[in-house]
Nanobody
Framework: QVQLVESGGGLVQAGGSLRLSCAAS????????MGWFRQAPGLEREFVAG????????AYADSVKGRFTISRDNAKNTEYLQMNSLKPEDTAIYYC????????????????????WGQGTQVTVSS
């Protein structure tokens, strides 16, 4: 079993930045491909970014490319999402997720591909 705990959400003005963190415990972090998803009220959960367990491969939703950066520190069992140039439409609950994969280079973009989820952290961007 894996426990994922997000932190770093909050209220920020448009154009500002936030860094989300996701701390993992309970399983070897290096065997998990990780991802970030978000869900706004009334909408489905959507993919934001993913990173392979090696850290060498990443994937982004088109809506965040060039503004968000996903990374991980396997020594600290933590993944990050650096969010810059935030927009009001980025407002959502952000969730981290883990996929226990054997493939060092794989990233995953669908919620159903992830076995483990955090409780979410609220990000609100004011205009």
């Amino acid at each position: 079993q894996v426990q994922l705990v997000e932190s770093g959400g909050g209220l920020v003005q448009a154009g500002g930045s936030l860094r989300l963190s996701c701390a993992a415990s309970g399983r070897t972090f290096t065997s998990l491909a990780m991802g970030w998803f978000r869900q706004a009220p009334g909408l489905e959960r959507e993919f934001v970014a993913g990173i392979s367990w090696s850290g060498g491969y990443t994937a982004y939703a088109d809506s965040v490319k060039g503004r968000f950066t996903i990374s991980r520190d396997n020594a600290k069992n933590t993944e990050y999402l650096q969010m810059n140039s935030l927009k009001p439409e980025d407002t959502a609950i952000y969730y981290c997720a883990g996929n226990p994969t054997a493939y060092a280079s794989s990233t995953y973009v669908y919620p159903g591909q992830y076995d483990y989820w955090g409780q979410g952290t609220q990000v609100t961007v004011s205009s």
